[in-house]
């Protein structure tokens, strides 16, 4: 039987309803954060500092992180995971309650949801690939499913899901966001368990943290990869620092347009991770990647150039089709030819330089529009974005990624203790 006419396993079911769930949870969250902090002080740096706070754990403690999960057990890490951070929602929820909620509260609870996450998503990512044999067909579609629903659920229902349990009390969506990841731990628990990778031998953790990003830098095609979003993030959040600014004084848009702009852009982002696997077959997964780089660079030209919201509108969607596609298809192939004792310090690796350059792109982007005017950092970020593209479609050509998953393929089974490590060329680098 050939991997297109393969099934995903059952436990994928669980796992897509785990994270489908936490996802709507998560999307309320995001919504009820800024609105709960907002309702305690109108000082814009510290609305920052809760925001921001989501973010420090990545930038602190990802490569760490990944070495961690990489020596304890995935699905364990998750559902313990998501157990504490439904018990630690708890906490707002019952000072929300009690009228004792305060900033620095919620700062330090939006850090450990952070912190939470990190390991989540990282054991999710090392699982997944287990779960299916690795099997870049099967990891595609399951990447698909995962991102679609991900998307639908933080990205459309659940903002304003968070906006209206907000108006029945403060605690209420800090409840209903507990309630999803106690949810998603049960089913997570409830998952197969998987053979853990061999064991390596007993380093420092520093030392197997620093492996592991040594590993992402080392090979062309993983840092390739990994500079996509990287890069990405810099020229995207140049775009969000002054894209209500833009929407406001360029298009004549009011808040509720604004609205419906943002959904444009997550619809086109559902569609993208549809079809992601057809660009993958049809195109070959480096020149669909390529492709749908060169779509985002050129869609953020058509917004800043656009005369109407309906073109903007539509330039947005673009965007998200591109983004959507590219969100499957990379952490697809970096599942397939990752061994999979590695793949939680890949992983976050990969996740900390995306999350490290997102503030570049937001000073980038304030600092444009002060000094040029409000479109510029939107011409900036399309340069960006398609300057990438062309230094990164050697690295990540159907080539080199035919060739690493040639190198991948199990002999003595899918995770050999001799590590099948893809040089530049995709072949066994020496232990």
Not at 102 to 130: E, K, N
Not at 237 to 246: G, H
Not at 341 to 353: D, N, Q
Request: aromatic share 6%.
């Amino acid at each position: 039987m050939t991997s297109d006419a393969r099934k995903l396993p059952t436990g994928f079911g669980r796992l897509w309803t785990a994270q489908t769930v936490s996802s709507l949870g998560d999307g309320v969250s995001h919504a009820a954060m800024p609105l709960l902090a907002l309702t305690l002080t109108r000082d814009p740096m510290a609305l920052a500092v809760v925001t921001a706070a989501g973010t420090l754990p990545w930038l602190l403690f990802g490569v760490l992180g990944g070495a961690l999960v990489d020596r304890w057990d995935r699905r364990r890490t998750m559902w313990v995971a998501d157990a504490a951070r439904a018990v630690l929602l708890a906490i707002p929820a019952a000072a929300a309650a009690l009228d004792g909620l305060s900033v620095p509260l919620l700062a330090a609870v939006a850090f450990l949801l952070g912190l939470g996450g990190l390991f989540f998503d990282t054991a999710a990512t090392a699982y997944l690939p287990d779960l299916l044999g690795r099997d870049p067909v099967l990891l595609e579609r399951a990447n698909s499913r995962l991102r679609g629903a991900q998307t639908a659920m933080s990205g459309f229902a659940g903002p304003p899901a968070g906006s209206a349990l907000l108006a029945l009390g403060r605690a209420v969506p800090l409840l209903a966001d507990a309630v999803s990841f106690l949810f998603s731990a049960l089913l997570v628990r409830s998952l197969p368990a998987v053979p853990r990778p061999a064991p390596e031998a007993r380093e420092s953790l520093l030392r197997q943290a620093r492996a592991g990003a040594s590993y992402v830098f080392r090979n062309r095609l993983l840092l390739g990869l990994a500079l996509r979003p990287a890069v990405g993030n810099i020229a995207f959040l140049a775009v969000e620092t002054v894209l209500a600014l833009f929407a406001h004084d360029r298009l004549g848009i009011d808040t509720y347009g604004f609205g419906l702009l943002l959904t444009a852009e997550a619809a086109g982002g559902l569609l993208g991770a549809g079809i992601a696997s057809a660009l993958g077959r049809r195109l070959g997964t480096g020149t669909a990647l390529t492709c749908t780089a060169a779509v985002e660079g050129l869609a953020i030209v058509g917004l800043a150039s656009a005369p109407n919201p309906y073109v903007a509108g539509l330039a947005l969607a673009v965007c998200g089709a591109g983004m959507g596609a590219t969100m499957v298809l990379a952490p697809s192939l970096r599942q397939a030819i990752v061994p999979a004792h590695l793949m939680g310090r890949v992983a976050s690796t990969s996740r900390m330089l995306a999350m490290c350059a997102a503030p570049i792109g937001a000073f980038l982007g304030g600092w444009l529009a002060t000094a040029y005017g409000v479109r510029t950092p939107l011409y900036a970020a399309a340069a960006l974005l398609l300057t990438m593209t062309a230094l990164t479609a050697t690295m990540t050509n159907n080539r080199r990624i035919e060739a690493a998953l040639r190198a991948a393929a199990p002999t003595d089974g899918p995770d050999h203790p001799a590590s099948k490590q893809p040089t530049d060329e995709g072949t066994p680098a020496p232990s």
